[in-house]
């Protein structure tokens, strides 16, 4: 880092539960700390995709009490323990922001932070770095909010969406003003956004200054600006977990969505595309894995046991009993070391219902 | 049994492999040798199905050399070694029975012999007695060759059938005479077999005195007969296993069926309906347990991972996994302790090929 530039670091945000993986995704494993789509764990891969643009020791995790003491054994033994803020209770998103925010101000004066979901698949990493070299550059040339929209490739109905000014910031610039944000759609909404090309997934990266990000708090959120400020003092010292751990309660349980970016004036947009995926349940591993000639995805397992099958998923976690499939049509099949999963496709998401079960039948082993 | 009275014995054909019910049906455990439809392995079953009518020691076992050994241990550990009559090879039906009333014939000069599959399933144990008591009567006192049909309760494809005479032998008889046999139909003749009354399923359950079936070997198999009478002395001395080895693979590959019952004159045919069920695949334990309101069957398991599923079937031989089925229709999940079938209901049968795939890759622990 030269003396003249600022600091960038990596806000990855990954306090979520795992109901949506079950059986692979668990309390003590959740979805960010499974391997789903790639060789090593979700949060692992996050850290993999950015290290041609942020070094992985400027990396910071938000996350929860149970969940801090793994991310210190993953993450390659290399963050620094210090790196790790830990939320005492769960606020939705915008408290984690203001406290990872204030954080970078109290170590470095100012930060150019990305603030990063734990659990994406990117496919095409050389062109997420270009994209977020951009998004560092805009942010800290133009001092806006910069926000990364995904090129529509289906009328999603799982995602929000970005409507954008379709004029570019500049004369040739790849950087757009933001128009608003969109809850998700109804499918026949969604084929409009996606037939109108004005229209973007909302990949949920931000980009930002942490100075830039603090004054929208100060503006559209000021109480919780506020008691946060009350404890500055304390960050980064031995009061920090204490002074945390009152305060957090007390905050607003408000999404940045919701409390900063809908509100806040000229927030930049790129429109991008590198392979991105939230892979949000077990049937959206279509769209990160290829697929057999017959639509089929196999991971852990040589795919031996299947016969006659079309457009179905098989998950194989631990590989010990051999899965045979015969006939499957659209069928998500997942085994691991004390659960099997059958579903069907279009069902998979009531995969927490299973979980909710489990709890009533008091099978905690299985959560 | 009086002085004058014959002996009744059972005569179980068990040789058959089993493919159709993989993973639970294995090499060293065939179906018989499985658990499927009730608390006991199948031929247990078969055997308490009419212990009130012929004595549990007068079983015999017609097998392979692989089974044999496992049919002493099972069997309550009640059937006379030498009662099990190993086959060295198979030779289809016909030299199984000429081999078994050979042997009935040395060791009680004539018996009735009820013929039976080892494998299939009977739920209404009162009437099925009542019938094989009627069986054996008939074939008694009239010395005719007497077969079960079954009352076709759906358009079977999966069947051979019998025509049957609908006027009975005598007035006020249930015992009709047999016209003839009819290989499985397509589904159209099956349904006009349905709807003619005339019509049965062949259960594959025969009746005779060993004298009256020899009588017919000697008339419609005579190289047969001869090359098994040459043996007849050796039958129940130390030397009837190398007598037998010799002369089995000598002996031609026919069916009873065909051998015998097609070309016999006067069959005698009892129509019967004691919820037979010949348990042919992992789809038809639909018609042999009670199902939920869903159309759903649970075996081996609480039911308690199951949600919105319809027409499927559940059979958990292991339950050390939990099982977790959503969103299914017509969908059958088998575990076992090393291997999880999954496969849609119409191509269960199909099963063989997996069989035949985990030869191909050398998991002959999985056979």
Tied chains: 1, 2.
Excluded at 210 to 235: G, N, T
């Amino acid at each position: 880092m030269l003396d003249n530039e600022i600091k960038k670091v990596a806000v990855i945000m990954a306090g979520g539960g795992g109901t949506r993986f079950w059986p692979v995704s668990r309390m003590t494993t959740p979805k960010q700390l499974a391997k789903l789509t790639g060789n090593d764990v979700m949060i692992n891969e996050t850290v993999k995709h950015y290290e041609g643009v942020i070094n992985r020791e400027d990396t910071f995790i938000v996350t929860n009490r149970m969940q801090a003491d793994l991310m210190d054994k993953v993450l390659f033994n290399e963050i620094d323990r210090k790196h790790i803020l830990v939320e005492p209770v769960q606020r939705n998103t915008a408290p984690c922001i203001i406290y990872a925010a204030m954080t970078m101000k109290k170590l470095y004066g100012d930060a150019l932070m990305a603030v990063l979901p734990a659990d994406h698949h990117i496919s095409d990493i050389r062109e997420y770095e270009r994209v977020l070299k951009l998004a560092f550059k805009t942010a800290d040339e133009k001092n806006k909010i910069v926000t990364i929209g995904i090129w529509p490739t289906f009328p999603s109905t799982g995602y929000g969406y970005i409507r954008f000014s379709t004029n570019p910031i500049e004369q040739g610039s790849e950087v757009y003003h933001l128009r608003r944000f969109v809850e998700k759609p109804k499918v026949e909404i969604a084929k409009e956004y996606l037939n109108s090309g004005k229209y973007l997934w909302n990949s949920g990266m931000f980009i930002w200054k942490a100075s830039v990000i603090l004054d929208c708090f100060k503006k559209y959120l000021p109480e919780m600006y506020s008691a946060m400020e009350a404890i500055y003092d304390k960050l980064g010292t031995d009061e920090e977990t204490a002074a945390i751990e009152e305060v957090y309660p007390t905050l607003e349980k408000i999404s940045i969505d919701y409390g900063i970016m809908e509100k806040a004036e000229d927030v930049f947009c790129i429109p991008a595309e590198f392979g991105w995926n939230d892979v949000g349940s077990w049937d959206a591993l279509d769209n990160v894995f290829e697929r057999t000639e017959e639509g089929n995805v196999v991971i852990g397992n040589d795919g031996n046991g299947m016969i006659d099958c079309k457009n179905s998923v098989i998950f194989d976690n631990s590989g010990d009993k051999f899965i045979a499939t015969i006939g499957l049509e659209n069928i998500v099949v997942v085994q691991t070391k004390d659960a099997i999963l059958v579903s069907s496709k279009d069902k998979v998401q009531d995969v927490k219902n299973i979980v909710e079960r489990l709890k009533d039948i008091g099978r905690e082993d299985l959560l």
